[in-house]
């Protein structure tokens, strides 16, 4: 079987996913979707870390485990839903590749609760998280990199001048129509990189 990536973009709660093949060098859609990394889709679980604000610290604490341990689940799932729908194709997905904010490591929750900031990248980060471990427990090789710097790793691996790979994640989108926005053309060049030769 011929081997494809998916590439995540990951917002709050939820995730845009491109899931792509190369074949001669030209990047082929395979499956779009959005995912979504919790059961209940309102703000409440969405921004886990500003609930956990607001609640006492061991109720905090729990809470968080609890969105995390759900996202890690919904997102196994989703990996497993597109396994198996790109095999009907005859596609393997062999790499799982998610984009990171540009935030540093993470502090202990109490620190992360005592600042804003840090409470809206927790929350990101407690979604990318979830993916990259379900990938990694489904035994896919996983990229990671973080968003300003995926264009120009693209671009360096593909050997495509960053303008003409701009110009072709663009019209990747056209044959299925949209969305094909921000979302979709990042997770499609992270999905690209995530299949250049040479990366494992």
Not at 50 to 68: C, E, I, N, S, Y
Request: glycine share 6%.
């Amino acid at each position: 079987m011929k081997k494809a990536a998916v590439g995540f973009r990951v917002h709050s709660g939820w995730a845009a996913l491109v899931a792509l093949a190369v074949n001669r060098g030209t990047p082929l859609v395979l499956a779009r979707a959005r995912v979504h990394l919790v059961e209940t889709f309102i703000y409440k679980f969405r921004q886990p870390y500003h609930t956990a604000g607001r609640l006492p610290p061991d109720q905090a604490a729990a809470f968080v485990a609890r969105m995390k341990s759900e996202a890690r689940r919904l997102a196994a799932g989703a990996i497993r839903k597109f396994e198996a729908e790109l095999r009907t194709q005859g596609f393997a997905l062999a790499r799982c590749a998610v984009l990171l904010s540009s935030g540093r490591p993470l502090p202990a929750l109490p620190r992360i609760l005592a600042s804003h900031a840090l409470i809206h990248t927790a929350d990101g980060e407690l979604f990318r998280e979830a993916l990259l471990h379900a990938a990694g427990r489904r035994g896919l090789a996983t990229v990671a990199i973080r968003e300003r710097e995926v264009l120009a790793a693209a671009s360096k691996a593909l050997r495509i001048k960053p303008n003409e790979l701009a110009r072709r994640i663009a019209a990747l989108g056209r044959p299925i129509g949209p969305p094909w926005s921000q979302d979709e053309k990042l997770a499609s060049a992270l999905a690209w990189l995530a299949l250049a030769p040479g990366r494992h």
